[in-house]
């Protein structure tokens, strides 16, 4: 008998500190999601760099980067995307474009939108990226 109220008392412990780890965790959660620019893992850096965004079946726009990460962007965009879209982003000088995930997409003003990009891999060398031709881009 005393074994099995030694048992529920541990097994009682062990429940009310997991409840109250799990409150913690959910306030946290919960003040991240209400502070979304102080929550990034990787620091984005501002870098103008022209790609080219599409679906898998047609080309979009010629747009540019207002600032990147390792795995991610946010463009320009005069097209308004849906959130969690597979896109298709391709660097000028690349061959093969990249598969990227939106993640958002704000209205600015007059036309544009910001958009963010998430790349499930490190994609590209987004400073090396830097030196292309813009003339040959905006043509």
């Not at 103008?48 to 600032?67: A, H, K, Q, W, Y």
Request: a neutral charge.
């Amino acid at each position: 008998m005393i074994w099995f109220m030694t048992i529920l008392i541990f097994l009682g412990t062990l429940i009310a500190v997991m409840l109250v780890f799990c409150f913690f965790q959910r306030e946290r959660i919960l003040a991240a999601l209400n502070r979304p620019e102080e929550h990034r893992l990787e620091t984005r850096i501002p870098t103008r760099v022209g790609l080219e965004l599409s679906r898998p079946d047609e080309l979009c726009e010629i747009t540019f980067t207002e600032n990147v990460s390792p795995h991610g962007a946010r463009v320009l965009s005069k097209r308004r995307w849906s959130p969690n879209d597979s896109v298709l982003v391709k660097l000028p000088q690349e061959g093969c474009p990249s598969r990227a995930r939106i993640t958002y997409c704000q209205p600015l003003k007059g036309d544009e939108f910001a958009t963010g990009l998430q790349f499930s891999d490190l994609i590209y060398d987004w400073m090396a990226s830097r030196s292309l031709h813009w003339r040959e881009i905006d043509a």
